[in-house]
């Protein structure tokens, strides 16, 4: 699959969504990569802290649930305040990278819901955000053949399409947060 032309594809769908449908996308992205246990322990053991991962899903279930009540300025600092040492030897992991994508999509997120205008490029790039870290794991699996990192890598092409394709109709529900993860 190619990711250049997928997230073009879900910019154009999203582009046809009003900014709250947008945001649960959103949310909804930067999800998968938050409930994944390896980017928990990563960013905990490298800011010595597991209050930067509850404030990062605090900011995702509030884009989730209602969008309006984020203070974005607030937010975007608080984010760019989660910092480690560039010399950790952590930085080496695939975990880091994880931890990358997710500030990354709740960055893309956040300044998706600041611009509010009918342009989708950071909600489209919390979905290449997920797509990077599936493929970090494809190349670097922690199962032996590496079968079941690249069968996920596919299928999260497949599934993000799903949930746009849910949300388009309006059958997605507030505890739909982990559909089709």
Known sequence: MNIELHIERVQSILDQMDLQKKCKFAAWCCNALIIEKKINENMTKITNSNVNYQLCDAIIKAGWYDFSQINIGISQKAIEDINWDD??????????????????????MLLGIQQRSSDSYYFAACAENVINWKDALANFPYSEDGKIEDENLKREYEIQLLFLDDLRNSIITLQDIKKYR
Do not use: F
């Not at 992991?93 to 893309?108: K, W």
């Open 87 to 108: 010399d950790d030897p952590l930085n080496d992991m695939v975990e880091t990278q994880g931890t990358i994508e997710l500030l990354a999509s709740i960055r893309n």
